[in-house]
């Protein structure tokens, strides 16, 4: 069975800082790979995506991702943190780009030190 | 462009009584899908609608059912609600079939089971 991992439950890093959030999946063939962000009380939205190509994937708010099929990774990294990124971060895995079914890690808390 | 709409946003049930939860996709989009979040389970998928037809099911009971309208319009019902249904409950909507155009979430429906 599809299943993602998220192994840091909870991050802290100082603002200005780099961070790097862990992703791995666990699936047989290449799947469609997504990050999303939740703040407190609101949705999920959209960072970034992969489906093919190119491994190094840029998204929104200066964050990007790098996909590893060898290690059967997608970490999501940004080079500079603001106080405003503090939230609650979801890789996802989906098997194919035409089902609807997203399959969510656990999440990974960041929380910003000023 | 207005977002994806969420009806109720709070909501606080009986144990024993039913509910129904509203979505109203972006204009346009025909495809919803609808997502539990619990601290402990974290997301799970509930159901897939295109064209008020549900192409996808996760694994929840028989308590759980919903459907889409002619002007893709959601809803989805709990009936013989327990304690373990208190949850956010999240829509998404996209413009195609699937994953592949990108989810946009709503912020939710916060169920309470007293």
């Known amino acids: 069975a599809q299943s993602v991992t998220q192994p840091d439950i909870h991050i802290t890093v100082s603002e200005g800082a780099s961070l790097e959030l862990r992703c791995n999946y666990s699936y047989g063939a290449t799947p469609y790979l997504f990050w999303y962000v939740q703040s407190p009380g609101q949705g999920l939205q959209l960072l970034l995506k992969?489906?093919?190509?190119?491994?190094l994937v840029q998204g929104i708010k200066g964050f990007e991702a790098e996909f590893k099929r060898s290690q059967s990774s997608f970490n999501l990294r940004k080079p500079s943190v603001h106080w405003s990124d503090a939230a609650e971060y979801f890789c996802?895995?989906?098997?194919?780009?035409?089902?609807?079914?997203?399959?969510f890690g656990q999440g990974t808390t960041l929380q910003v030190k000023p | 462009k207005a977002g994806v709409t969420q009806t109720p946003r709070y909501l606080i049930k009986t144990r024993g009584q039913q509910v129904t939860l509203s979505c109203s996709p972006i204009?346009?989009?025909?495809?919803v899908s609808w997502y539990q979040q619990t601290p402990g389970q974290g997301l799970q998928f509930l159901f897939e609608?295109?064209?008020?037809?549900?192409?996808n099911k996760g694994n929840f009971p028989g308590r759980f059912s919903g459907r889409q309208f002619s002007n893709s319009r959601s809803e989805m019902n709990v009936s013989t609600l327990e304690l373990g249904d208190s949850a956010l409950y999240l829509c998404?909507?996209?413009?195609?079939?699937?994953?592949?155009?990108?989810?946009?979430f709503g912020s939710g429906t916060r169920l309470t089971v007293v």
């Open positions: 204009s346009g989009h025909r495809s």
């Open positions: 996802a895995v989906a098997p194919s780009g035409n089902t609807g079914k997203l399959i």
């Open positions: 998404a909507s996209s413009s195609g079939q699937g994953v592949a155009r990108g989810y946009t």
């Open positions: 609608y295109f064209s008020e037809t549900q192409r």
């Open positions: 992969y489906f093919s190509g190119d491994t």
